[in-house]
């Protein structure tokens, strides 16, 4: 049984962010945002390159100070708490560099030393999977050993907020699935976590809430339940033709339809009722001698959140 991480009652938000702003000359990254992080969540930001998701931490964990705006984290401020702050936050950003002539256990050894209250790096070690390349260069490890290295350093000074920036960049679909599992066996030690992230999957099977940020702004905040549940229609239907095509506004005139758009070749339908849209949309298509290669229905995702809001694909810009 994974032991469980004793906390004092939170007296309130682990990270406060209150008309936070950063401008670079007449480039604005961050633009009045407002976000509140509470402890002992799993906290994501999503958005595209650009969106502002990086500044924001940056700013979050002290590398940046910002244009305007009020920034707490942990009950305490930048400025005024800064060698307290650093030894309660674990930070891993997009890229971390290690002494290519270093073991594992020694980078995860000196990263602990960095903290007045630190971790068995061992135990830290075989927390994010690494036990076997413990004695191993950091230049012999894998991209994904890389990252759970990067976590593991994030991790020795045992946090009480642990930050990531886009951790899972670049990783195949099981180190993502790995990945994951460490992450959530921290929270399950009562640490509150935030990470940004590109893919919409993953924030969903992981966050308590999420925000979805664009070119500086929150542009809504909820649990992934909760945002899927404001859109018009809970259900996707997707279409690829194998002859002919239909176009866009006479989908849209069948009913029970609420938006429609294309995707790398295919045709998403949402819809409130499939009993009722999904015959009828078949219907269109044969009077319109449109021929089916692939058709699913699928629940909405926070993809299809992100579009709504946006009139965007989600994706790097």
Request: aromatic residues 4%.
């Amino acid at each position: 049984m994974r032991p469980v991480k004793e906390t004092s009652p939170a007296r309130g938000p682990a990270v406060s962010l209150r008309g936070l702003v950063k401008r670079y000359d007449t480039v604005v990254a961050v633009d009045s945002l407002d976000l509140e992080i509470r402890a002992g969540e799993c906290f994501g930001l999503l958005g595209p390159n650009g969106a502002g998701k990086t500044t924001a931490i940056e700013i979050l964990v002290g590398l940046q100070t910002p244009t305007a705006g009020q920034v707490e984290v942990l009950g305490q401020e930048w400025g005024k708490d800064d060698r307290s702050l650093r030894s309660r936050i674990g930070v891993s950003l997009q890229e971390t560099r290690f002494p290519e002539r270093l073991t594992v256990a020694e980078v995860v050894a000196l990263f602990a030393s960095f903290y007045p209250k630190s971790r068995d790096p061992l135990l830290v070690i075989r927390e994010v999977g690494l036990v076997e390349k413990a004695g191993a260069w950091t230049s012999k490890l894998s991209g994904g050993q890389r990252q759970r290295l990067a976590l593991a350093c994030a991790l020795a000074g045992d946090p009480e907020l642990l930050v990531l920036d886009e951790p899972t960049t670049g990783l195949d679909p099981q180190a993502r699935l790995a990945f994951g599992a460490s992450i959530l066996s921290y929270k399950d030690r009562g640490c509150t976590i935030l990470f940004s992230t590109h893919y919409m999957e993953e924030a969903q099977r992981l966050c308590d809430r999420v925000a979805i940020i664009d070119r500086g702004k929150a542009l809504a905040v909820g649990s992934p339940g909760d945002l899927i549940a404001t859109l018009d229609a809970n259900l996707v239907v997707e279409v690829e033709m194998a002859a002919g095509d239909v176009e866009d506004e006479a989908v849209r005139q069948v009913a029970g339809v609420s938006s429609v758009r294309r995707e790398n070749g295919a045709l998403l339908v949402s819809v409130r009722e499939a009993h009722i849209t999904v015959p009828a949309l078949l219907d269109l298509f044969r009077t319109r001698s449109a021929t089916l290669a692939h058709l699913t229905l699928r629940q909405a995702t926070l993809s299809d959140v992100y579009v709504s809001l946006t009139g965007k694909k989600y994706r790097d810009e």
